[in-house]
């Protein structure tokens, strides 16, 4: 059970408490995007909720429900992305 980069980036933002709307804003992806790699990863947690999968993820150590610095790391990404 690996995740992706990614999955990991969208397990992240979901135990922040987005949006499949809002984690396509933040990571610059469509929705549908987003939704795909959701459903990857309730199949690789082998879960059926966002709530299960986030508590699972935090349980594995693949996610910090709150982290400053992981988020500050997430957006200075974004930002830099947005500049390239």
Same mark, same amino acid.
């Given at each position: 059970?690996?995740?992706?980069?990614? $999955?990991? #980036? /969208?397990?992240?933002?979901?135990?922040?408490?987005?949006?499949?709307?809002?984690?396509?804003?933040?990571? #610059?992806?469509?929705? $549908?995007?987003?939704?795909?790699?959701?459903?990857?990863?309730?199949?690789?947690? #082998?879960?059926?909720?966002?709530?299960?999968? /986030?508590?699972?993820?935090?349980?594995?150590?693949?996610?910090?429900?709150?982290?400053?610095?992981? $988020?500050?790391?997430?957006?200075?990404?974004?930002?830099?992305?947005?500049?390239?």
């Amino acid at each position: 059970m690996n995740l992706s980069s990614r $999955e990991l #980036d /969208v397990l992240h933002w979901m135990a922040q408490g987005r949006s499949n709307a809002g984690i396509a804003d933040m990571l #610059d992806l469509s929705q $549908e995007t987003v939704g795909t790699y959701v459903k990857r990863i309730f199949a690789k947690l #082998d879960v059926f909720d966002r709530t299960s999968a /986030v508590m699972k993820g935090v349980m594995r150590g693949l996610v910090i429900a709150s982290d400053p610095n992981v $988020e500050a790391a997430a957006q200075q990404r974004r930002a830099r992305s947005k500049r390239a």
